[in-house]
């Protein structure tokens, strides 16, 4: 085994710091790659470009695992897309909102349809964020609490789910990350074991009724309520609708019948065939990654075709109109499967420069494994933070701390879950996620205004997060989450005590 030394550590340190320098995480894993594959060919540019394309990316696209994984996205996106222009979506969230009679429902019926429209991360608050605004002026709630749980029920909800899109790119990055280290698990037997450890998505949807039922904001989400009321008392003659439209983000949804059964009868059977076909599987003979993608490809092509037909019979719209929203969904996720393929290739460079190896050796009997899941937590909440790309995050991490964790001898699933986590968290509070910004187009608030008063809530959050890290590294038991949940709520109890205000005017509360 060839020995680098020092230059072992190129690959990863070069592209977290071009990841921080330039935002850009496809420029900081191609930059990773480059630096090591030059230092693989004996710093030749000409071979080392040779070996960056053959070796590494051109590799990492024809292993038919890979391709089977990229395939299984596209198939998701297309469905997605599909249940978004059906309106079905739209008609879940309309139908729930019938039930809002007080301050504490608008909020938790907005929470219950984030959770409820779990596939899409990114399209949660633009299908959300503009059937409640009205009712959140109703009730005299600022637009920057409806941007919060807008924000706060999109990608925490969506991790947790194994069988759309998110949990495909996770799966991957793990069935890669143990091949470089010999760990022949399942993906998704592992993700299933992660599942408890994932701390902060578990928090954060927490957080979101724990607010609600103490009825009371403290920092900057006081202060935004606070401006609102004035604002509502100062112009007593506007209409409350229009108060705080400062965003020129229009309406996405346009149908406007109640026909839930187009959101609901697609996820009926995408969620039944893939109950089904797992089962089966588990009865039969296991279940193996390849038959997970195989059952998530015949459940979202099923869901895919009953969404096609209900829309050819409520929408007017023709098969062939169906294929290219589909194929428009499909193309949406063309990034995500770059970021994976690049994601693949570092981890192959990492393997090749035995950076984990190197990492360890450094490291040796100074830091004790229990401490590694907290490290790796606050070094993924940097990163996510500075790119705003929790995906980025995943992809550059995962390939670095889960072979340095096994070499430490660290919990798997905790390292695991705290690259998950550690990236939700900065994604979360990042001013330049996604996420962020569409929840704040969605609720139809000021974008600063939107990350200052979410951070104060999800810091908490975070914090809580790290400090369960560590518990679950002394005595990893998935009891730790329910521990960490009476924290969080002790936590936001005394803050809401010591420096919390209810933001009630005396109406509809």
Not at 57 to 69: A, D, F, R, S
Not at 274 to 293: C, E
Request: hydrophobic share 50%; charged share 15%; with cysteine.
């Amino acid at each position: 085994m060839d020995d680098y030394g020092i230059l072992s550590l190129v690959p990863a340190l070069l592209t977290i710091a071009v990841a921080f320098y330039s935002k850009n995480v496809l420029l900081a894993l191609v930059s990773g790659i480059l630096s090591g594959s030059l230092i693989l060919a004996s710093f030749n540019p000409l071979h080392a470009m040779q070996i960056a394309i053959e070796n590494q990316v051109l590799n990492e696209v024809v292993n038919g695992t890979q391709i089977q994984v990229v395939l299984v996205i596209f198939i998701i996106g297309g469905f997605v897309k599909l249940l978004e222009v059906s309106g079905g979506a739209s008609a879940f969230a309309r139908r729930a909102s019938t039930i809002v009679t007080s301050r504490s429902k608008a909020q938790v019926i907005v929470w219950f349809s984030g959770l409820g429209i779990f596939f899409t991360d990114s399209g949660n608050s633009l299908i959300i964020g503009p059937l409640y605004r009205s009712v959140f002026d109703e009730f005299k709630i600022c637009r920057e609490k409806l941007a919060y749980i807008l924000d706060t029920t999109s990608s925490p909800i969506s991790i947790l789910i194994p069988f759309i899109s998110w949990g495909a790119y996770i799966m991957s990055l793990i069935e890669k990350s143990y091949a470089e280290i010999g760990l022949s698990e399942e993906s998704f037997t592992v993700l299933i074991k992660v599942i408890p450890y994932q701390f902060y998505a578990f928090l954060a949807l927490a957080t979101v009724p724990i607010v609600i039922f103490m009825k009371k904001d403290y920092g900057p989400m006081r202060a935004a309520q606070a401006r609102y009321l004035a604002k509502i008392a100062e112009e007593k003659s506007a209409p409350i609708k229009e108060i705080s439209q400062e965003s020129p983000v229009e309406d996405e949804v346009e149908i406007t019948d109640d026909r839930i059964g187009i959101f609901l009868y697609p996820l009926g059977i995408m969620v039944l065939l893939i109950a089904g076909l797992i089962t089966w599987h588990a009865t039969h003979d296991g279940i193996s990654s390849v038959h997970i993608r195989s059952t998530m490809i015949i459940a979202y092509l099923s869901a895919s075709l009953t969404c096609a037909e209900m829309m050819r019979r409520y929408r007017s719209m023709s098969y062939t109109q169906s294929l290219a929203v589909f194929i428009k969904g499909a193309e949406s996720m063309v990034y995500i499967s770059i970021v994976l393929v690049l994601a693949w290739a570092l981890g192959s460079v990492n393997a090749d420069v035995h950076t984990a190896d190197y990492i360890a050796s450094l490291v040796g009997d100074s830091l004790p494994p229990m401490y590694f899941p907290m490290i790796v937590f606050v070094l993924g909440a940097i990163i996510s933070l500075s790119t705003g790309s929790s995906y980025g995050t995943f992809a550059i991490l995962m390939s670095i701390a889960v072979p340095v964790g096994f070499d430490l001898g660290a919990s798997m699933y905790l390292t695991i879950a705290a690259v998950l986590s550690g990236g939700l968290f900065g994604d979360h509070v990042s001013p330049i996620s996604d996420t962020t910004v569409l929840a704040s187009a969605g609720a139809q608030c000021p974008h600063l205004d939107h990350v200052s008063t979410q951070a104060a809530y999800a810091g908490v959050t975070g914090l809580v997060a790290f400090i369960a890290y560590g518990l679950a590294g002394a005595y990893e038991s998935p009891m730790v989450l329910p521990i960490a949940v009476v924290m969080l709520f002790l936590s936001m109890y005394f803050l809401m005590r010591l420096f919390g205000e209810s933001g009630e005017s005396g109406e509809g509360a």
